[in-house]
């Protein structure tokens, strides 16, 4: 049964930065694509960046784009989220996922079939 724990959350100031942990277990991270999301209270949950199986592209969200780096270790399968600059509006419930889809890219929340925990991002002002 597949299972994927979030870690490396936690507070930080506006533009410092965190790196996010994600280890699956019973899927190899580089069979298909995976994906972090993110919901802040209120809110609705959404994409942030994705990175691709087969070929290790990646995708992120407009606002992430240039700041957050999605990436992965084979060797330790797990994924990474390094996210720098962070501001005040990334402040959310952050959670990693798996896709059983082979088409790129993957956006939708619905399309990946795994989900961990969720780990807190708190960026203060």
């Known amino acids: 049964q597949v299972q994927l724990v979030e870690s490396g959350g936690g507070l930080v100031q506006t533009g410092g930065s965190l790196r996010l942990s994600c280890v699956p277990s019973g899927r190899t991270v580089s069979r298909s694509s995976m994906g972090w999301f993110r919901q802040a209270p209120g809110k609705d949950r959404e994409f942030v960046a994705a990175?691709?199986?087969?070929?290790?592209?990646?995708y992120y969200e407009r606002s992430v784009k240039g700041r957050f780096a999605i990436s992965r270790d084979n060797a330790k399968n797990t994924v990474f989220l390094q996210m720098n600059d962070l501001q005040p509006e990334d402040a959310a419930v952050y959670y990693c996922?798996?896709?059983?889809?082979?088409?790129?890219?993957?956006?939708?929340?619905?399309?990946?079939?795994?989900w961990g925990q969720g780990t807190r991002v708190t960026v203060s002002s």
């Open positions: 990175i691709r199986g087969s070929s290790s592209e990646t």
């Open positions: 996922a798996a896709s059983d889809y082979v088409i790129w890219p993957v956006l939708r929340g619905s399309s990946y079939k795994y």
